[in-house]
């Protein structure tokens, strides 16, 4: 499997303005792939692939040489960052999504992202370098000797804050790694549901449910960022009070955003080493579409989408918990998850439940958090779809049997 490292460099005037030389060359170049796909759609009514325009990257370094200050695998990178573009674009259309917009010209303002794939740089004593032809200033940084030890695949050379290239320079080294130890089913199972109010609501083949509330740092940092962009935008932009407001919200923003990082980190690694479960079955989440409740309107529907967005995305969570599992011989099966909130566990009837219904309540008798309810389903149906009856009735045996014990200890607590 392949892993990436971020690692942050601190590149001089002199380097910085040859990065930015490279990058002009393959914005024109993804200009002119992209303004050359529009045409022939418009003529010709045919899309261009992406390997008819990489093999017409040698005859345009031989019409024009300025391009050969260019590693030709970046070239090549560049016109593959459009054909990725174009087919997200068409997967998005393919959904339904209204949103979704083909990828537009960039404009020299914005420093493009370089990509070296799998050569074109040298480690060597903990220095990273890269290799052009603009002049004779290396490419040269230092980020560590463990990276010389390393299978490295690609590395990216980009900005934070593209435009003008105002953010934090980094490399992402993105490295190839065995697992620990392959995959084996060893029969245990371990049903996940996501949420706002809970990030994680699981329960296992034995019905025992493990709970985490989610932790919400970000309204800690929402009242201070609003203040600082409040204030920003009242002042002239680009000015000197304008640029100084900027980077202390860019700042605030960058310490929300690796607060809520840190914790996906370490949760997901402390779920996958506590387990017994070798497959984990998640719920398979549409995110965007849960920030975009057409019917609230207002202040709740502005919490809504904050509770849903400002959490460091719930589909990067699943990616953590992913790529651990695998090095870890461990397995994520995502499934559908439509209806597993609505529907009651024990009758299959379907309920209204909004998001401020927490519990569900059905006529068989079933009261329960709409969390656990919906885990179980994504249990269930994981269960039978897969043809483990054996399981399944395992499974409804352990819950039955822990819910009469839970409800044994609530009449004991009441009685006290």
């Known amino acids: ?38 045409e022939k759609w418009k003529e010709e009514h045919r ?31 560049t016109i593959k960052k459009l054909d990725a573009n174009y087919k997200s674009f068409f997967a998005l259309c393919k959904k339904g ?7 537009k010209f960039r404009s020299r303002k914005y ?18 370098s890269f290799s052009h032809k603009v002049n004779k200033i290396p490419l040269a940084f230092e980020i560590g000797a463990a990276i010389d030890l390393l299978p490295i695949k690609q590395i ?81 932009k680009d000015s000197k009070r304008w640029n100084r407001l900027h980077n202390r919200y860019q700042k605030m923003e960058a310490k929300k955003s690796h607060q809520i990082k840190d914790f996906q980190h370490r949760l997901s690694k402390k779920m996958i080493e506590n387990t ?19 019917k609230v309107t207002g202040k709740k529907k502005r919490s809504i989408n904050r509770s849903t967005q400002n959490q460091g995305y719930l589909s990067r969570f699943i990616g953590f918990l992913t790529y651990k599992a695998e090095l870890r011989g461990k397995k994520i099966i995502r499934i559908d998850e439509s209806y597993t909130s609505k529907a009651c566990h024990n009758c299959g009837k379907l309920h209204d439940m909004p998001l401020s219904k927490r519990n569900m309540v059905c006529d068989c008798g079933n009261v329960m958090d709409r969390d656990r309810n919906s885990a179980i389903n994504i249990m269930k149906r994981f ?17 039955r049997h822990y819910r009469l014990l839970d409800g044994i200890e609530i009449h004991r607590i009441e009685a006290k």
């Open 1 to 38: 499997m392949q892993l990436t490292k971020k690692i942050k460099i601190h590149p001089t005037e002199e380097q910085v303005d040859v990065l930015w030389k490279l990058s002009e060359k393959c914005r024109l170049v993804y200009n002119f792939a992209l303004a050359e796909r529009r």
């Open 47 to 77: 899309s261009v692939k992406y390997v008819e325009q990489q093999n017409q990257l040698p005859e345009l370094k031989k019409q024009y040489s300025q391009y050969n200050m260019v590693y030709s695998k970046v070239l090549q990178s």
């Open 97 to 103: 999504d209204k949103s979704a917009r083909p990828p």
């Open 111 to 128: 420093l493009m992202t370089l990509v070296y794939n799998q050569s074109g740089f040298k480690t060597k004593d903990g220095k990273l």
């Open 156 to 236: 990216e050379i980009y900005n934070d804050d593209p435009y003008k290239a105002r953010g934090e320079f980094f490399v992402s080294v993105t490295y190839e790694i065995p697992p620990e130890k392959e995959y084996v089913d060893n029969g245990l199972y371990q049903a996940i549901d996501l949420g706002i109010t809970k990030i994680v609501t699981a329960v296992n083949t034995q019905g025992k449910f493990f709970e985490i509330k989610t932790p919400r740092s970000d309204q800690y940092w929402n009242a201070k960022i609003d203040s600082i962009k409040s204030r920003r935008d009242h002042c002239k």
């Open 276 to 294: 017994k479960a070798n497959t984990i079955i998640v719920g398979d989440l549409n995110v965007k579409n849960m920030a975009q409740s057409k």
């Open 383 to 399: 269960l039978s779809q897969n043809a483990l009856w054996t399981g399944y009735q395992q499974f409804v045996g352990n819950l």
